[in-house]
């Protein structure tokens, strides 16, 4: 299946704004992260905590809408389904 | 009522919202917290637009590193503090609102004292923690937040009116790790218009507010977005408000 990924702020900088990957059927918000981050440490860095789960702080949407608690890694993508990743900025 | 000079001074904005606009501007106290990237391009655009009373709060004194963004601050300023060296520049450019300045850290001890009577929050931080604590200080009291943050090229900005919109911690409930940020200046000048711009329609009753919705601009595309927002039920700091 594809799947889109949509890319804010830093993690545009490392993966580009929009990317399409082919995940196998079933494949997990958490599977997509992982697959993603296999190309590039940067993004699996900035993704993920030391313990490997996915960082408390970002922000994560499917086809624009936000998944919060266990949905973030679980919640099974469809094809064609669009994953945001955005992460919050800080600086004032 | 306005006066002569301030007829004269503000004729091309009457002309969009009428003296009875201006007079909302004119009998308004804003809060800005942070007189940085963010708090700069604010607080002269308020200033400009005639808002009466600004409250300006930073705890910190200018910095030679400050100077690519902060630009009420300037070279002969570093070692001044920030609302000083702010309240000076402002009053320069409208003699007839009320410049308050507070160099204070906002705390859990100071920020009620700082805020309660304020009928606008501008959040203009640098720093989730102050941000958190800005936002139950709206929730508490009531009073809608003018949320704004930037990074090198990006931008983020949305408009909090507790019990209506999304809070501050239903959109973020976990704060970034803690930087030192890499910025140009026009993003914190971008973003900071957004918020003045967001401020002013809330105070004169115009035009649509970033309720619900996070504005997220991309400097280096130069393409503005928007994600949809909602209220968070078990939100720990807004979920017990009605609407």
């Known amino acids: 299946m594809k799947v889109r990924i949509k890319a804010f702020a830093r993690f545009r900088e490392i993966i580009g704004g929009e990317n399409t990957v082919d995940l196998d059927d079933g494949t997990s918000v958490l599977g997509a992260l992982k697959r993603l981050s296999a190309g590039s440490d940067e993004f699996r860095e900035a993704c993920f905590d030391r313990e490997g789960t996915v960082a408390s702080h970002v922000v994560l949407m499917i086809n624009g809408k936000r998944i919060s608690g266990k949905d973030r890694e679980t919640m099974v993508l469809q094809d064609g389904d669009e994953l945001a990743i955005f992460p919050p900025v800080a600086g004032g | 009522m306005l006066n002569r000079d301030e007829l004269e ?180 000048g971008v973003i900071g218009m957004i918020q003045a711009n967001e401020v002013l329609k809330y105070l004169l009753g115009t035009g649509e507010l970033l309720e619900n919705r996070l504005l997220v601009w991309d400097g280096l595309r130069s393409v503005l977005e928007t994600i949809q927002v909602e209220r968070d039920p078990s939100c720990t700091e807004c979920s017990h408000i009605k609407k």
């Open chain 2, 9 to 188: 001074r503000y004729s091309r904005q009457v002309m969009l919202f009428g003296e009875t606009g201006q007079e909302k501007l004119k009998s308004a106290t804003v809060v800005i917290a942070g007189v940085g990237g963010l708090g700069c391009p604010v607080a002269t655009y308020l200033t400009a637009a005639g808002v009466g009373h600004l409250r300006i709060i930073d705890h910190d004194v200018v910095e030679r590193t400050n100077l690519n963004r902060q630009i009420l601050h300037w070279d002969k300023d570093i070692g001044v503090a920030k609302t000083e060296s702010a309240g000076e520049k402002l009053r320069a450019i409208n003699p007839d609102i009320v410049i308050e300045t507070a160099k204070v850290t906002i705390d859990e001890e100071t920020a009620p004292g700082l805020i309660k009577d304020a009928d606008v929050i501008v959040d203009a931080m640098d720093n989730y923690p102050t941000r958190y604590l800005l936002n139950r200080m709206a929730c508490k009291f009531g009073i809608p937040l003018f949320h704004g943050a930037i990074r090198g090229f990006d931008g983020q900005v949305t408009t909090i009116i507790p019990g209506k919109t999304a809070c501050l911690s239903c959109i973020f409930p976990k704060a970034p790790p803690k930087e030192i940020f890499p910025v140009i200046g026009v993003t914190p």
